[in-house]
Structures are given as structure tokens and as C-alpha cells.
């Protein structure tokens, strides 16, 4: 006998963090859009057990005090809309300050949870107070290290990393900003901030954007 699941339609919001958002962990955020699901009027899907919840998931936790324009809001509804066109209108109209809607889609029910499709990330990392020879010189040292370990202790156990393999791409625009392509989600996550550490820059940034996820395999699998 087949299974007939009570989800009735899944949508992918993609969205930015702006402003004050930028300082809200992924909990929080999580809150955030159950409120503005609730007052956009969605029917939104409900799991099951001890505490009803709704089904959302944010895709990718973006570091404190990074803004983005792609995060990945994944949203199960128990029936399913006639339309997508005013739906993006509609969370914006009740949506805090700093949280923009850049698109909403239709995805196949079945379709992995986004999470477990993310890679890589890519971010706009602007300086100050800092000459581009010595940002290249900088960032060329540290990409012709052949390792890059960091050490940490979790819970009495002690544990080594290697991030030279979780750097994809660390190079200056002709803006004079730094674009990195990083590792993140669940098989590894680099924050820009531990490439900054490493660089020696930290009290150079001003600003850090998410500008691009990139998701396994996401093209084929949204197409239905």
C-alpha cells in the first residue's frame, strides 16, 4: 500500500538578512519566520508529537554579523496553494525590518532537505585600512600553505582540523574586496571570520556578505 504523505506542497523562500537581523542566530531566525508564516496566513503543516511544530528549516546557519541575499528557507504547507504569485508580497507585508523575500518556488515534496544539499558558500568581504599588495600578499601566503590546523577541545577530547581544504577560492575583486568561496553545511563549515583570523585581518573588516549557497545537485532535483 502506498504512503500518501500529509504534506501537501513544499516551497524554497529564498531570502536576505539585512540590518539588525544580522545579529540573530539561527534559533531566533527560526522564530522569526514562524511568525511571519503565521501572519501571512499559510497554511503551514504541523509535525506531530509532544510539541506541534511547524515544518520549516533554514537551509544554511549564516555566521553572526554576516548579512546575506540567498538563504534557504525550506517550508512544508498541509494543502496546497493555487498560486505562488502573491506569496512573496504577502511575507514582505508582515515581515520585520531586514528580512527581504527574493523569490519563492515550488518544490517536489520528496526533494532532501535542503541542508543536507548545502557545500559551499561564497562571501563579499570588504577591508579598510589595509593596501591591496598587502592583502595580496597575505592572502597568497596563505593559500601556498599546505596546511592550515587549527585545535580544539570539546567535552575533554581534543580535536585537529585542516581548513586548507575547506578554502575553494580567496581572491581580491577589482573593487579591492575580498571574495571567498568556503566550505559549509553539514559535511564542513569555515566561517569568513576564521579566514580573517588566519590572514591577520580581523580588525580590517567592515562588512561580510553571503552572496551565494551552492547546493548538490539542486537543478535536477527541483525540476518536476
Known amino acids: 500500500m502506498s504512503h500518501i504523505s500529509p504534506?501537501?506542497?513544499?516551497?524554497?523562500?529564498?531570502?536576505?538578512?539585512?540590518?539588525?537581523?544580522?545579529?540573530?542566530?539561527?534559533?531566533?531566525?527560526?522564530?522569526?519566520?514562524?511568525?511571519?508564516?503565521?501572519?501571512?496566513?499559510?497554511?503551514?503543516?504541523?509535525?506531530?508529537?509532544?510539541?506541534?511544530?511547524?515544518?520549516?528549516?533554514?537551509?544554511?546557519?549564516?555566521?553572526?554579523?554576516?548579512?546575506?541575499?540567498?538563504?534557504?528557507?525550506?517550508?512544508?504547507?498541509?494543502?496546497?496553494?493555487?498560486?505562488?504569485?502573491?506569496i512573496p508580497q504577502r511575507l514582505m507585508s508582515v515581515s520585520p525590518q531586514g528580512l527581504v523575500v527574493h523569490g519563492v518556488i515550488n518544490v517536489p515534496i520528496d526533494i532532501p532537505a535542503p541542508q543536507t544539499l548545502i557545500r559551499t558558500a561564497e562571501y563579499r568581504i570588504e577591508l579598510d585600512d589595509i593596501s591591496v599588495d598587502e592583502l595580496t600578499k597575505r592572502v597568497d601566503d596563505l593559500l601556498a600553505r599546505e596546511r592550515i590546523i587549527i585545535e580544539s577541545e570539546r567535552n575533554g577530547r581534543r580535536s585537529v582540523t585542516d581548513l586548507r581544504p575547506m578554502i575553494h577560492e580567496l581572491r581580491i575583486g577589482e573593487d579591492g574586496v575580498l571574495y571567498a568561496h568556503l566550505d559549509t553545511g553539514e559535511r564542513g563549515n569555515l566561517r569568513p571570520h576564521d579566514v580573517m583570523e588566519h590572514l591577520g585581518i580581523s580588525n580590517h573588516v567592515v562588512k561580510v556578505h553571503r552572496y551565494r549557497l551552492h547546493l548538490e545537485g539542486y537543478e535536477k532535483l527541483i525540476k518536476f
Open 7 to 86: 504534506v501537501q506542497q513544499r516551497l524554497h523562500i529564498t531570502f536576505g538578512k539585512y540590518g539588525s537581523l544580522m545579529y540573530i542566530g539561527s534559533l531566533d531566525m527560526a522564530k522569526v519566520w514562524e511568525r511571519v508564516l503565521r501572519r501571512a496566513d499559510l497554511p503551514i503543516f504541523y509535525s506531530q508529537g509532544f510539541s506541534n511544530r511547524l515544518r520549516i528549516q533554514v537551509a544554511a546557519q549564516l555566521p553572526l554579523g554576516v548579512t546575506s541575499e540567498c538563504e534557504l528557507l525550506d517550508v512544508s504547507l498541509r494543502e496546497k496553494l493555487d498560486t505562488l504569485d502573491d
